[in-house]
């Protein structure tokens, strides 16, 4: 499928805020945006979807705990439940409070990496990955907007984005989607 | 400009009527001799059969909980005796009646000062908290600067009630003042030095000083700003701010040693001081969510948003945390040592007080945790004031177990006498809360973080 696209590039992020708004606003779909910094709004002026992946992470942290407290009741327990220095090794319950600086490191380490692995897969960031970047200028002083321009009348595309302050427009056709 | 509303105002009188009217109540119906102790347990025994309250601790129960997690009958027991050696009566028949007497007169004693001292730290802790404010020159917090001065009004009444009650409990909270005691006492005599009642006196009277005079120069300092077209009073407000954090945090460390823990003088915490603190610090911060959601209801503060509401939401959420970091802190270092000096504060806290001291936790750590995780709910107030309630419910029980078990041990009750101190300092609090509100105008014109606080938004 050949995908017509505009590349529309802006030297300031306050003027590519200002542009994502007009071209929402004016109905155009915004593909995709690129700039070297996070810029405070953006996602929601794109009107991406809020992340879940805080949800993900808590879900992540119970896996965690569950892990720690089905492993050390097996081990200190169940398994081979010693008298180490007199601390009481009959029920879980009773020998709690020495469980719980593990429970808790445990219950921190799944939830923080396994959410940054959710992050890397869901972003698709891997070692020796190719770079997606449309032009090497997005990473240092210039942002990116790209809008679809498959269904629209590419001249007044252009004016439009013309009009809302960019400073280069550039058309790319491609035969493949990234 | 904030008037109590009618309807409030009436209540908080109501309420300090009952509970003053309970506390005395509290005051004239302890028993007066060793035969009325008698006749108590006598009663107690007839009406249980199997007692527990008054006598249950000689006799009975043989394994309780602390037993079956040590795998050691009577591990408690010995460890306790320490403890109760304490008393001048040392061990016998009639001593047991005498201690019981003493315990059940310190009750209306201790349920006063639970009640005092709660609603003393949340004016405490907000001062402090505002104090951090201006010292960390926080940009999103100056609206909230009448709010929290209005809750601070508290400290002086507060504070002077605490002071006269632990200057004049002496023996009822204090073994150390009994001068028999400490004579036949060496850990006490080597205590002496510092707790002495001179001394004693002389740092209640510096951190009734050092705290109120700075609640007076800042509430000052910060409306006379509000008046003028230079930063001058802003300036001296942030100095001061500075210089009463470190003399804070000092006073704060000896008067918990003072107050709570020479309540069992051979006992101590290093950690103790820090953990008052952490009590102290996220009560306070949940009295000004709730105060500002109060007149946020009213339509008071328009210029406080959702995101003022969601960062004090953070704080609670954050330092429950942190208490409960502290409180575990504690409690686990003592439980994994299990040296028969420190371990005594936990196996009374645990054998005779299990459901507050384990449902404390679910309270103030696991409800807070689960209810404030959300990010959407700390902008929801009613989400906000249930998660308050817990917060607050919890507290006031976290610092009912550092007085209770301490003064009068077995024979407590969640009775008239705690019931009633509980309403009169609710409300003689709502009043001067409210009367402090109502004084000046609820937006601090001309604070240089002002503009930036009334635009904030994340």
Do not use: C
Request: hydrophobic fraction near 50%; charged fraction near 15%.
């Amino acid at each position: 499928m050949a995908a017509t696209k505009i590349h529309a590039i802006y030297t300031d992020d306050d003027l590519l805020m200002q542009a994502v708004k007009q071209t929402r606003s004016a109905n155009y779909h915004i593909s995709e945006v690129f700039t070297p910094f996070p810029v405070h709004g953006l996602d929601h002026a794109v009107g991406i979807a809020p992340t879940r992946i805080a949800i993900t992470s808590f879900l992540y942290g119970l896996v965690g705990l569950s892990v720690a407290v089905l492993m050390m009741n097996y081990m200190m327990i169940q398994d081979w439940p010693q008298n180490i220095g007199g601390k009481p090794s009959f029920t879980f319950y009773q020998n709690m409070p020495a469980f719980i600086p593990i429970m808790f490191e445990l219950t921190v380490f799944f939830a923080g990496h396994l959410m940054v692995i959710t992050f890397y897969m869901r972003s698709k960031l891997w070692p020796f990955k190719k770079a997606e970047n449309p032009d090497p200028r997005t990473t240092d002083d210039h942002f990116l907007m790209e809008v679809d321009a498959d269904n629209h009348d590419v001249e007044k595309l252009t004016k439009f984005l013309y009009d809302t302050g960019a400073s280069e427009i550039s058309l790319i056709e491609n035969e493949q989607d990234h | 400009m904030y008037t109590l509303p009618s309807k409030l105002k009436l209540f908080s009188i109501v309420l300090i009527v009952l509970g003053l009217a309970g506390i005395i109540f509290g005051f004239l119906t302890t028993p007066k001799t060793i035969d009325d102790v008698k006749k108590i347990m006598a009663e107690q025994e007839s009406l249980h059969g199997d007692s527990h309250a008054v006598a249950g601790n000689e006799e009975g129960e043989t394994a309780n909980f602390v037993d079956e997690a040590r795998g050691q009958e009577g591990y408690s027991e010995n460890a306790m005796k320490h403890a109760t050696d304490l008393k001048p009566e040392g061990h016998g028949a009639a001593s047991h009646e005498e201690h019981v007497l003493h315990q059940l007169q310190t009750r209306p004693w201790s349920a006063t000062f639970v009640a005092a001292f709660f609603f003393m730290m949340l004016a405490l802790g907000a001062l402090v908290f505002y104090a951090i404010q201006y010292a960390s020159q926080a940009g999103w917090s100056p609206v909230l600067y009448r709010i929290i001065e209005g809750i601070t009004t508290y400290l002086l009444p507060g504070s002077i009630i605490v002071f006269l009650i632990v200057v004049f409990a002496g023996t009822h909270f204090y073994p150390w003042q009994d001068h028999e005691l400490v004579a036949g006492d060496k850990i006490l005599q080597e205590k002496s030095t510092y707790l002495n009642f001179p001394f004693f006196l002389i740092r209640a009277v510096i951190y009734l000083l050092g705290w109120n005079l700075y609640r007076y120069f800042s509430r000052k300092n910060s409306l006379v700003q509000a008046d003028t077209n230079n930063y001058g009073p802003y300036r001296k407000n942030f100095k001061i701010s500075v210089f009463f954090l470190i003399f804070f945090i000092v006073t704060e460390a000896t008067m918990s040693w003072d107050w709570f823990m020479s309540m069992t003088p051979h006992w101590y915490s290093t950690l103790f001081a820090w953990y008052i603190f952490a009590s102290m610090f996220v009560s306070a911060i949940t009295v000004i969510a709730l105060v500002t959601i109060h007149l946020k209801g009213l339509g008071l503060i328009p210029f406080v948003s959702d995101k003022h509401l969601h960062d004090l939401a953070k704080y609670m959420f954050a330092f429950s945390i942190f208490w409960t970091y502290l409180w575990f802190s504690q409690f686990m270092l003592i439980w994994y040592a299990n040296i028969p000096e420190e371990v005594t504060y936990f196996i009374i806290r645990i054998q005779e007080y299990k459901l507050l001291f384990f449902g404390m936790l679910i309270l103030n750590f696991v409800f807070p945790i689960l209810v404030l995780m959300n990010s959407d709910y700390k902008r929801i107030p009613w989400f906000v004031v249930i998660a308050a309630v817990f917060i607050l419910v919890g507290h006031y029980i976290d610092i009912f177990l550092l007085v209770m078990p301490s003064t009068v041990g077995h024979n407590w009750h969640f009775g008239i006498p705690e019931i009633a101190a509980l309403l009169f300092f609710l409300g003689l609090f709502i009043l001067v809360v409210g009367k402090g509100l109502s004084k000046v105008s609820l937006k601090p014109e001309n604070d240089p973080f002002i503009k930036e606080s009334e635009n904030y938004h994340f």
